[in-house]
């Protein structure tokens, strides 16, 4: 098998080479390339608080109970170390505040601290991870009629300000251990179901506690802050304080980094067009990386047009060392460890599908104004040889190629996951 993966690679890339393509470069560049994978795929958002931890009244819904999901922390380790094994590369851990080490007692999201998440930096030591971070600011009795940051109601503000600056201290903390530069990315699920004629009121009081929450510095080697938008959601139909507008221009002022979520614009929207439009302005974008069925539905990505053309665009804007690459995606209907490693590997095979293209031959016909080749070219290289480019990339990752992830995921669900009663 190794060493038909490798002649099918060498015919491969010497068809790459005759356009020009050096598959060797574009394979390191996809492996210095890290995901961000995020935790809560593991336990259905569940987290660590206490045992009713859940999304209730958040504006969230998972669906499925599929048997395995961890019951405890070392379960839930256990699961993120068979995914991780299972993608090819080098990748980062996406960790949730509500997601901490309580096992000594649940302080309160307003009181969490480092020691908290010491033993999440003792493990990514352990497995050669770093960590991205995000504040909670759902699935809680302070979420009040809808509202966190943006409320009227001084006291929740309060509440949910100081949370978010412990998500900031916890942040550059676990940047500083790991000697990394850790993500904080803030997402709110404020707004209403129906005509709001105070979105002016909302609006300033949530630049207000953003101001508040974002007052300390940290050192940028250690930590940075990211602000992320949505259209719509369960119970915030009409409103959602915290739109694109709001946080693109919060971003440019504050020199942000901008989450764009795949799932969280309208969908006729594209959110590739957004990244030529954005960098205009940043520096750097966060993407979550998800698949939206109609609504926010956050499906399992897919090799999927959205998909494809995202990465692409991040490469013809030269901005793929400026950009962090997160998943976002949550199914309780099926294997929760199979959802993860097929939604990753996806993400990374649209990637190296941009990373293939005949970049520079495209631009020249741009500017030519030929429009049937630069349209042709295109077309032509949708059958190209990748899969064997991908194949060979995951070999020298020693991780299965093609579809050898599915039986190592059928053996961990019968030896590990249905173990679990």
């Not at 005759?18 to 958002?45: K, R, Y």
């Not at 978010?164 to 790991?178: A, D, H, T, V, Y």
């Not at 005949?358 to 104004?369: A, I, V």
Request: include cysteine.
């Amino acid at each position: 098998m190794n060493r038909e993966i490798i002649s099918g690679y060498r015919k491969a890339s010497e068809k790459y080479a005759d356009c020009g393509i050096d598959t060797d470069l574009i394979i390191d560049s996809l492996e210095n390339t890290a995901l961000s994978v995020h935790c809560w795929q593991a336990d259905d958002v569940g987290g660590f608080e206490n045992a009713q931890s859940g999304l209730e009244g958040s504006g969230l819904q998972v669906t499925g109970n599929y048997p395995g999901k961890p019951r405890a922390m070392d379960e839930f380790r256990d699961d993120l170390q068979k995914v991780f094994s299972l993608i090819p590369g080098h990748h980062r851990l996406s960790l949730h505040a509500s997601y901490g080490d309580f096992s000594s007692g649940f302080p309160g999201r307003d009181k969490i601290a480092p020691e908290h998440f010491q033993s999440w930096i003792d493990w990514a030591k352990d497995q050669n991870l770093k960590i991205d971070f995000n504040s909670t600011f759902f699935a809680h009795p302070m979420v009040k009629n809808g509202y966190t940051l943006s409320g009227f109601d001084k006291d929740i503000r309060n509440y949910w300000i100081e949370h978010g600056k412990k998500c900031r201290e916890i942040s550059s903390f676990i940047g500083q251990n790991l000697n990394d530069c850790c993500i904080h990315n803030i997402w709110i699920p404020d707004g209403s179901k129906d005509i709001t004629p105070s979105k002016m009121e909302h609006r300033t009081l949530l630049k207000d506690s953003l101001d508040r929450i974002l007052e300390q510095p940290y050192p940028p080697e250690y930590m940075k802050d990211a602000v992320e938008s949505k259209l719509f959601g369960i119970g915030s139909e009409t409103f959602v304080a915290g739109s694109h507008e709001f946080y693109l221009g919060y971003a440019i002022r504050n020199n942000l980094i901008l989450t764009l979520d795949i799932g969280h614009f309208h969908p006729t929207e594209s959110v590739a067009d957004k990244i030529s439009a954005v960098y205009q302005y940043l520096d750097e974008v966060l993407l979550h990386v998800t698949r939206g069925l109609r609504w926010d539905s956050d499906h399992i990505v897919t090799l999927n047009d959205p998909v494809t053309e995202l990465m692409q665009e991040i490469v013809w804007s030269g901005k793929l060392m400026n950009t962090h690459i997160g998943l976002d995606f949550f199914d309780a209907t099926l294997n929760r460890i199979g959802a993860y490693v097929l939604g990753a590997r996806n993400t990374q095979k649209a990637l190296l599908q941009a990373l293939l293209l005949p970049s520079d031959k495209l631009k020249e016909l741009d500017r030519q104004e030929n429009y049937f080749e630069r349209l042709a070219l295109l077309e032509e290289f949708k059958t190209m040889p990748f899969g064997a480019v991908w194949d060979y990339f995951c070999l020298k990752n020693n991780v299965p190629p093609g579809d050898g992830y599915i039986e190592e995921i059928r053996k961990y669900e019968k030896n590990v996951l249905m173990q679990r009663k």
